[in-house]
Each structure stands twice: as structure tokens, then as C-alpha cells.
């Protein structure tokens, strides 16, 4: 009867460790990360030359956009907004 305690309280504590794992919410930098960065979706395009410029152009200028549209929503403005902004869009662009 112990045991079966025990095993009953441990799978209702691994429940709520579960239960308590956090998403990024939609509209942060991070849960920016769920769609893949520029880079790796030029890459997985095979992109080179003229048209991996193009792209890139294309979607820095999208990703500066949805973060600017994201800096709007959470308010931000001045210094916060700019570094808010700047993190955004290297997220969304990717690292070299």
C-alpha cells in the first residue's frame, strides 16, 4: 500500500513538473524562433548568387517589420525598443 503511494505521488509531482514547462508566447523573440531563420531557410532552398541576396533582402524586411509590429504591442519605445527591435531581427535573420 506504501508503494503504491509512492508511486502515486511521484507521477502527480512529474504531472505538474510538466504542467509548469513554458512556450514562448507568439510575438517574442524567441517564439520568433519557431518559424527557421532566413539563413536556414535560404539554405535548405539551396539559395546562392543574386537570389540568396534577393531573398535575404526580402526577409530582413519582413523580420524588421513583424518586430517593429511586436515593439508596438508590448509598448516599447526609445532605447528598449531599439535593442528590442535589433535582437528581433538578428533572431529572425539568423547568425553568420
Same mark, same amino acid.
Given at each position: 500500500?506504501?508503494?503504491?503511494?509512492?508511486? *502515486?505521488?511521484?507521477?502527480?509531482?512529474?504531472? %505538474? #513538473? @510538466?504542467?509548469?514547462? =513554458?512556450?514562448?508566447?507568439?510575438?517574442?523573440?524567441?517564439? #520568433?524562433?519557431?518559424?527557421?531563420?532566413? $539563413?536556414?531557410? *535560404?539554405?535548405? $532552398?539551396?539559395?546562392?548568387?543574386?537570389?540568396? =541576396? =534577393? @531573398?535575404?533582402?526580402?526577409?530582413? #524586411?519582413? %523580420?524588421?517589420? *513583424?518586430?517593429?509590429?511586436?515593439?508596438?504591442?508590448?509598448?516599447?519605445?526609445?532605447?528598449?525598443?531599439? =535593442? @528590442?527591435?535589433?535582437?528581433?531581427?538578428?533572431?529572425?535573420?539568423?547568425?553568420?
Amino acid at each position: 500500500m506504501k508503494t503504491l503511494s509512492a508511486i *502515486a505521488l511521484l507521477l502527480a509531482l512529474a504531472g %505538474a #513538473a @510538466f504542467a509548469q514547462t =513554458s512556450t514562448p508566447s507568439p510575438g517574442t523573440s524567441s517564439g #520568433a524562433d519557431t518559424k527557421p531563420s532566413c $539563413k536556414v531557410q *535560404a539554405s535548405d $532552398k539551396k539559395l546562392a548568387g543574386a537570389a540568396l =541576396s =534577393s @531573398f535575404m533582402k526580402k526577409c530582413e #524586411a519582413d %523580420a524588421q517589420k *513583424a518586430c517593429d509590429a511586436a515593439a508596438s504591442d508590448k509598448k516599447l519605445s526609445g532605447a528598449a525598443k531599439t =535593442s @528590442f527591435t535589433k535582437k528581433c531581427v538578428t533572431d529572425s535573420v539568423g547568425s553568420s
